[in-house]
């Protein structure tokens, strides 16, 4: 019988392909539709020249390049290049997701969960998972670029070409491949798919900040930071292949890489050793809270760390952004200092503002995931034993809850604080207490999330992951909300919407009060509904 | 008059359609050990897990020490252990952890008992859980369940994983717990370990109790293996009341020798009727469990 390293790979390509075909068609509507949505309403946007000079101008303040890259396009300004350039960013952020997601999942996950050692037992290549994985991440940018390039043909926008809106799309499709290679690579060196998720997003994360701090104080970087090559393809103007070009080039050294280190290690260990452990357990381990901030510790620490870092980046460029001084000298010119000083206050307070949203959304994703582990927990067959000791319903899924709401509002506080404290380098600083308002005025808002986390926990645990729509449409919402006119109610479908500007504005402490309550709600009724159902069995 | 540590009474449980328990009724006494078996998928783990308060019954009544399974849950759980058959734990955490945070969880510590078991049951308790295999994370619940102080212990197939060594060792810690009074539910695949420990035994088979009662009791309901060899021809034997699968083995002399098996209830009076033949060699076998078990899982539904 012909035996090699890759037998049976289409095979396996086959069956991840049909096995993801819901999960990629999802992920496909959500890409296209974004794209393809935003594509639509621009031209109505930006149709007056009014318009696009007065977005061009914003779109040259340090606060939105740090949101949205650099602007580097030349007059004439179409609504075409404005799209590109408020779309690549985020999009970039989009596709890297959906590569970590599929990465790790038929990586690492397969893994853990010993399916992958039965897949070898048939006469499978030694390789053909993990090349049947990299086909299927290649299809799925692929397609997922060209239906971009297609949608924006279609939409028509004033501006566009058919060079640049292949380019837009294979870019794009590169640089998830780019990711997914890397996560990949990061799957081999973990030993399991939580950590190798969380590895993953770091990496992501690390090159994200990069990319944000070169773009506001030296575009010349932008390039070394492997996620700022997304914004040097200078669509509808230029249409650079050359960034094209690089990120298929370090995909692949990253998939040579993957390949040696996964023929250097055995099914379901790390590269990462693990070493013996505690014969006792330590005296704080003896209850569900405790076991659940034992197993969340590492991811608590990231997540805590991760925000910090990202508030001091953001606060650390609150120099540049609040000097009326360098970035507008006319207007500056025309008004006294003293009111420059509060005017820069104002700007860095307003821009503030917005990253206060961010920082709450991604505040509530390690909440929302302990939240839905009790569901995933369950599944495993990981509670059966507590739930057989003498230990209540409502104190494993109060346990869950507790922790997560500490976590988020521990995760939100040290963004919060870590702005303010790198805000402090700016000329006129901003008291730091004054930040604290976005802490009080958003926790409630987030604990809401997590309350409604937890009803879907509880009412719908098959379907649970929709839950996901909050954050996601809510850091959307907040990234397009103004670019995209949305209105108001648009705006307030969800918690994060209910907040005013913060910490600009006043905390609106009755509306804090209304959201407590309703979390308190929540949670109760979640509660009630969780108490009288079967356990979840996999 | 012994006291119940468990009743269950009409006991149904439904997943959507399907009626995964039909009717469950038995009981078990204090100091009783309780052989549950069935073929898989009869609804033993299900009857277990109600019992446990991790599944809600949609019928019936369960009791363990006087109070409902599913409302006293609590209060009843810290009086018992158990094990299940597949054991699924946080990879993260080591087996001495998760052992010590079981006993910590009913109100218990780390004991020279834990110790011991530890040894014997040749676990490291240093390795991460990640790291074991199915009876290592086996071994971890069994040794949390034996070094519990509890009253009333449930085992669902908790050998499944285990080499026979283990396995020997799992038996000498239920006869341990039996000898100081304890009551244990074991359900089990492995015939010969509920013969040697259960005083009494239940049948269960498509979410159905098809018999209950102590080996002895169900022996008496089995039909004797006899071989037998005679100088008469033995044809007309077949013919008898009581007796069944008979099956002749032919010599050139005709049919002197056969095996079949005789009900209980006529041994007395099919033996009486042999001497007639001339026996020239008899053998007997008594039923084990396994016949029992044969006997009642190939019978069609309704047979009975
Ligand atoms: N959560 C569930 N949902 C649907 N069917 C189930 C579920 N759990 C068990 N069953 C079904 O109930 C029957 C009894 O299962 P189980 O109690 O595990 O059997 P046993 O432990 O005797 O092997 C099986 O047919 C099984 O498929
Ligand atoms: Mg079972």
């Known amino acids: 019988m012909r035996y090699n390293l890759f037998n049976q790979t289409g095979y396996i390509i086959r069956f991840y392909l049909r096995r993801d075909r819901f999960l990629i068609v999802g992920w496909l509507i959500l890409i296209v539709g974004l794209m393809g949505g935003a594509a639509a309403k621009f031209d109505s946007i930006y149709g007056t020249k009014a318009a696009l000079a007065s977005i061009v101008t914003t779109l040259k303040t340090p606060a939105m390049k740090a949101m949205f890259g650099s602007f580097t396009a030349k007059p004439p300004y179409t609504s075409a290049i404005i799209y590109a350039s408020e779309m690549m960013v ?29 897949i070898r037992a048939h006469s499978v290549g030694k390789l053909s998972p993990l090349i049947a994985v990299i086909i299927e991440l290649f299809v799925i940018n692929l397609i997922n670029g060209v239906l971009i390039a297609i949608s924006l043909e279609f939409a028509g926008m004033t501006g566009t070409d058919i060079l640049g809106n292949c380019l837009f799309g294979l870019g794009l499709a590169a640089f998830g491949f780019m990711f997914g290679m890397m996560s990949l690579l990061v799957s081999q060196l973990a030993n399991n798919s939580r950590g190798a998720t969380i590895l993953s997003y770091l990496i992501l994360g690390f090159t994200y900040i990069a990319r944000m701090l070169t773009d506001v104080k030296n575009t010349n970087y932008t390039w070394i930071t492997m996620f700022g090559l997304i914004e040097k393809l200078e669509i509808y103007t230029e249409n650079n292949w050359l960034p094209v070009l690089y990120m298929v080039l370090s995909a692949l050294l990253l998939l040579f890489v993957t390949i040696f280190a996964s023929t250097h290690r055995d099914v379901a260990a790390g590269l990462i050793p693990t070493r013996p452990g505690r014969r006792n357990a330590s005296f704080l381990l003896a209850n569900p809270f405790s076991l659940i901030l034992r197993l969340e510790r590492i991811s608590l620490i990231i997540w805590t760390c991760g925000l910090f870092v990202l508030g001091i980046s953001y606060g650390s460029i609150f120099g540049n952004i609040g000097n009326l001084l360098k970035t ?20 860095i307070l307003n821009f503030a503002a917005t990253l206060s949203v961010v920082f709450a959304v991604i505040a509530t994703i390690p909440a929302v995931i302990t939240i839905l582990r009790i569901n995933n927990d369950e599944k495993k067959g990981w509670l059966e034993q507590i739930h057989a000791r003498g230990i209540s319903r409502s104190n494993i899924f109060f346990s869950y809850i507790a922790v997560a709401l500490l976590c988020e509002a521990l995760c939100l506080l040290v963004a919060l604080l870590g702005m303010g404290f790198a805000g402090m380098s700016a000329k006129d600083p901003v008291s730091l207490l004054r930040f604290l308002r976005a802490f009080s005025g958003y926790l409630p808002a987030i604990y809401v999330v997590s309350g409604i986390a937890a009803l879907f926990t509880a009412l719908f645990p098959k379907i649970q992951n929709i839950v996901w729509i909050l954050p996601i449409y809510g850091l959307f919402s907040m990234y397009f909300g103004n670019l995209l006119n949305f209105p108001k109610w648009a705006k307030q479908l969800t918690p994060y919407g209910w907040v005013n500007r913060v910490p600009l504005k006043e905390v609106q402490w009755n509306n804090g009060v209304v959201m407590i309550g309703l979390t308190l709600g929540l949670f109760l009724i979640s509660y009630l509904i969780y108490s009288k159902r079967d356990l979840l069995e996999s | 008059m012994s006291e119940k540590i468990l009743e269950i009474k009409n006991l149904q449980k439904k997943f959507g359609k399907f009626e995964a328990l039909k009717n469950i009724t038995f009981d078990i006494k204090k100091g009783e050990v309780f052989g549950f078996i069935g073929p898989n998928g009869a609804g033993k783990s299900t009857t277990i897990r109600i019992l446990l308060g991790i599944l809600h019954a949609n019928g019936g009544s369960a009791k363990i020490f006087g109070k409902d399974v599913w409302q006293s849950a609590v209060s009843i759980h810290k009086r018992l252990a158990y094990v299940p058959g ?14 010590d945070l079981f006993l910590k969880l009913n109100q218990q510590r780390h004991s020279a008992r834990t110790d011991e078991l530890i040894k014997q049951f040749d676990l490291d308790p240093t390795k991460k859980v990640r790291t074991y295999s199915k009876g290592n994370r086996q071994k971890v619940a069994l040794i949390a369940a034996f070094s519990t102080a509890a009253d009333f212990y449930i085992f669902d197939e908790p050998t499944s994983g285990l080499d026979p060594l283990m396995e020997e060792i799992f038996q000498k810690n239920v006869m341990h717990l039996k000898n100081e009074g304890k009551s244990i539910l074991l359900s089990s695949h492995i015939l010969s370990e509920v013969e040697k420990m259960c005083d009494r035994i239940g049948i269960i088979r498509q979410g159905k109790i098809i018999e209950t009662g102590s080996l002895d009791d169900m022996r008496h309901l089995t039909r004797t293996v006899f071989v037998l060899e005679t100088q008469k021809p033995l044809e007309s034997l077949s013919q008898l009341e009581g007796v069944y699968n008979f099956k002749p083995v032919l010599d050139k002399e005709g049919v002197n020798k056969a095996t079949f098996t005789v009900d209980s209830e006529n041994i007395n009076s099919v033996l009486e009727k042999l001497v007639a033949y001339k026996i020239i060699s008899i053998q007997s076998t008594p039923p084990t469990l396994e016949d029992l078990f044969m006997r009642y899982y190939n019978q069609k539904e309704g047979s009975r």
């Open chain 1, 90 to 118: 985020f999009m970039g952020l989009v596709f890297a997701m959906m590569n970590i997601y599929f990465a790790v999942k038929n990586s690492r996950t397969e893994e853990d969960n010993g399916t992958l050692e039965l």
């Open chain 1, 328 to 347: 507008n000298p006319s207007v500056a010119k025309l008004i006294g200092s003293s009111a420059i000083k509060s005017s820069n206050h104002a700007i």
């Open chain 2, 86 to 99: 597949d054991v699924y734990l946080w990879p993260n955490l080591t087996g001495g952890e998760i052992i």
